[in-house]
């Protein structure tokens, strides 16, 4: 089982930038879909965003859409999340998720980080 592990968060004001870094214990398999859930306070975790670890089209979701940007260093196993223009409702704790299916269901990601809070102010 691979261990995961997010870096990156803090407070910061709205409008101001983030970015998250998600290290792995060991190198995904070429077809791990690599992903990042956040989940505020009394609420449910949620979908942000995922990719493939080999390439291609990422996915987000519409609340973060035009604003964050998934990316991935595959020499050094680190998934990004790179996080502008953020927002009050963007505070949460975020976590890193690695599966194997291309979905935006949490139940689709085996391995999960401990988490990292981002707290936006206004």
């Known amino acids: 089982q691979v261990q995961l592990a997010e870096s990156g968060g803090g407070s910061v004001q709205a409008g101001e930038s983030l970015r998250l870094s998600c290290t792995a214990s060991?190198?995904?398999?070429?077809?791990?879909?690599e992903a990042w859930f956040r989940q505020a306070p009394g609420k449910e975790r949620e979908f942000v965003a995922l990719c493939r670890w080999h390439g291609g089209s990422a996915l987000y979701s519409d609340s973060v859409k035009g604003r964050f940007t998934i990316s991935r260093d595959n020499p050094k196993n680190i998934v990004y999340l790179q996080m502008n223009d953020l927002k009050p409702e963007d505070t949460a704790v975020y976590y890193c998720a690695r599966g194997s299916r291309y979905e935006t269901d949490q139940r689709a990601f085996d391995d999960w980080g401990q988490g990292t809070q981002v707290t936006v102010a206004s």
């Open positions: 060991r190198r995904p398999y070429s077809r791990s879909i």
